[in-house]
């Protein structure tokens, strides 16, 4: 059963979450906390260590609402390959999803953290990682389901469609053109026919 306290927790990182990713660590005042959550800073820091915390843990909620919206698109195939356009797909719509959280959390958290921040950088290292590990995982299936060219580099492929994805994100955001994402995509759907697909 969840205790009044940790859905008191659960509340505050929902509120602040996207104050956090549009303002950043630094940028984000105690003040911006307290009027998000209606909660005073003692009920707040009550709940957690300090805005450290706070902040990695929203990040890490920012993160998850993306990736469970992939996975819903994920689900709709089993066919491993399928599964690679079908993240593209997502992307394709990524602006709509993110726009009203602040945009994207590991773009937004990673710059900002990586000038201010070490422990929130080194959280968002590891999200990177695991996201990227996550799209190598679907080649290999890939590969294992006869889809997929046995002589494809998983890992190498993995870290090169993570980085167009979110160069995508990164310009489309920068200078307000959705054709910087989409066309990234168009360019991974390119790569997965001719050179992935068996």
Known sequence: MVTKAEKTSEYIIQMVAPIFNK???SGTSMSDLTKATSLTKGAIYGNFKNKEELAILAFTYNVQRVV????VHLSQTKSPIQQLYKLTSFYRSYRVFTM???GCPVINIGVDANHDNMILLVKVREII???QRGIAKMILAGIEAGEIKESVDADKYGRYFFTIIEGGVFLMTTMDDDRFLTESMDRIDDIITKELAV
């Open 129 to 131: 990682t695991r996201l």
């Open 68 to 71: 469970d919206q992939i996975k």
């Open 100 to 102: 009203e959280n602040g």
């Open 23 to 25: 303002h950043g660590y």
